[in-house]
């Protein structure tokens, strides 16, 4: 990371979901080497301390690690988890609601009701109620403060044989749309999409079994866009979905 950037987020406080593993994990590697306190979610506690391990390695602020799993349909659990946030952070200056899950990628007819409302819960009932409990603490922030949802283009245009994945996405652009303009005028919350493209992650590996993961971004190479949004310099940029790779 170029010095200009080391101190982007200098004690901002950053949540960021499916921290364990892909682009959420090197973004939270990106968001702590730029100077934040990164609190890790995920549903596997030995892949967020791996991820707590690696910021800790690199001497940077101390990271903390939060299991959850997005599937549950309790909203106390998601009041629980915003209250310890709360107790020990007292704010957030950023959230990155990162973690979602594949499904099948088959024909609408054939796909499985258990696995449809396994996508639906997590990538959409699960961001819905992070979003609706971690605002009041983004409207804490002393400042400015960005939340990030990752998008995909198949929620832009729907594409056969992606089911629940890309309706799931559709949704998640319509939450971003809908926080954004509830949040315009009465915040200092900006809201927007990434799409991050074709990146190397286990997801993409099993959504593109026989793709050469060599021909294909390491997330490391697309994280300019990440930091970007979450840092102060996108004040202004609000309500948009972009693309964390040029077409």
């Known amino acids: ?60 602020p101390q990271a903390a690690v939060l299991p959850f799993d ?23 200056d950023g959230a990155l609601l990162n973690a979602s899950v594949l499904g099948q990628r088959t024909m609408l007819d054939n796909y499985h009701w258990d696995t449809w409302q396994k996508v639906m819960k997590i990538n959409v009932n699960g961001q819905f109620l992070l979003t609706k409990h971690l605002i009041p603490l983004l409207r804490e922030a002393p400042a400015d403060a960005s939340l990030i949802y990752t998008t995909s283009s198949v929620g832009r245009e729907g594409r056969a044989y992606w089911g629940a994945y890309s309706v799931s996405k559709f949704a998640t652009e319509g939450l971003m749309q809908v926080a954004a303009q509830e949040l315009e005028n009465t915040s200092n919350i900006r809201v927007n999409c990434i799409n991050p493209g074709a990146t190397r992650t286990g997801m993409r590996a099993s959504a593109y079994p026989a793709e050469n993961p060599a021909t294909v971004k390491p997330a490391s190479e697309i994280m300019d866009l990440y930091l970007h949004l979450m840092s102060p310099a996108s004040i202004g940029t609000h309500g948009q979905s972009l693309d964390a790779q040029p077409k």
């Not at 200098?10 to 990164?38: C, D, P, Q, S, W």
């Open 1 to 60: 990371m170029t010095a200009d950037k080391e101190h982007t987020l200098k004690n901002r406080v950053i949540l960021v979901t499916g921290g364990g593993y892909g682009i959420g994990r090197e973004a939270a590697l990106t968001y702590a080497r730029a100077g934040a306190t990164v609190l890790l979610l995920g549903r596997t506690e030995e892949a967020l301390n791996d991820t707590y391990d690696l910021i800790e390695a690199e001497g940077l």
């Open 70 to 92: 997005l599937e549950s349909e309790d909203e106390n659990l998601f009041i629980e988890l915003t209250q310890l946030i709360g107790t020990h952070f007292g704010h957030l």
